[in-house]
């Protein structure tokens, strides 16, 4: 098996992706655990540091890959309707794009460039 083979690559970001959220959900959980208290203007502070901004980025392009890999994955296999799967695949990338942009605008007027 040869890593230019499509499921394979898949297999391997789907993986990947979900390691990363789940040391990024630990940490965040231990940060969170470990706080007094946490209100708005200490997570806008934690954010507009540039390396939790890009941490924060990192664990978001993650969850909308593993999203996609998976909800692409699941229509393949179990949608024989090939216009219904192509629409769905397509309503579906366009949602997970329009996430991927709003948490970027979000973590841009956060982040003191």
């Given at each position: 098996?040869?890593?230019?083979?499509?499921?394979?690559?898949?297999?391997?970001?789907?993986?990947?992706?979900?390691?990363?959220?789940?040391?990024?959900?630990?940490?965040?959980?231990?940060?969170?655990?470990?706080?007094?208290?946490?209100?708005?203007?200490?997570?806008?502070?934690?954010l507009a540091n540039p390396v939790i901004a890009v941490a924060?980025?990192?664990?978001?392009?993650?969850?909308?890959?593993?999203?996609?890999?998976?909800?692409?994955?699941?229509?393949?296999?179990?949608?024989?309707?090939?216009?219904?799967?192509?629409?769905?695949?397509?309503?579906?990338?366009?949602?997970?794009?329009?996430?991927?942009?709003?948490?970027?605008?979000?973590?841009?007027?956060?982040?003191?460039?």
């Open positions: 098996m040869t890593f230019r083979a499509s499921g394979m690559r898949a297999w391997l970001l789907q993986r990947l992706s979900s390691v990363y959220m789940v040391v990024f959900i630990v940490a965040v959980l231990f940060w969170y655990a470990m706080s007094d208290a946490i209100s708005y203007s200490v997570w806008r502070e934690l924060v980025a990192l664990f978001f392009s993650s969850l909308l890959i593993h999203a996609w890999i998976g909800m692409r994955d699941v229509l393949i296999d179990y949608m024989p309707i090939m216009v219904l799967r192509l629409i769905l695949l397509l309503g579906i990338a366009v949602f997970l794009i329009a996430m991927g942009i709003w948490v970027a605008f979000i973590l841009i007027s956060v982040v003191k460039i």
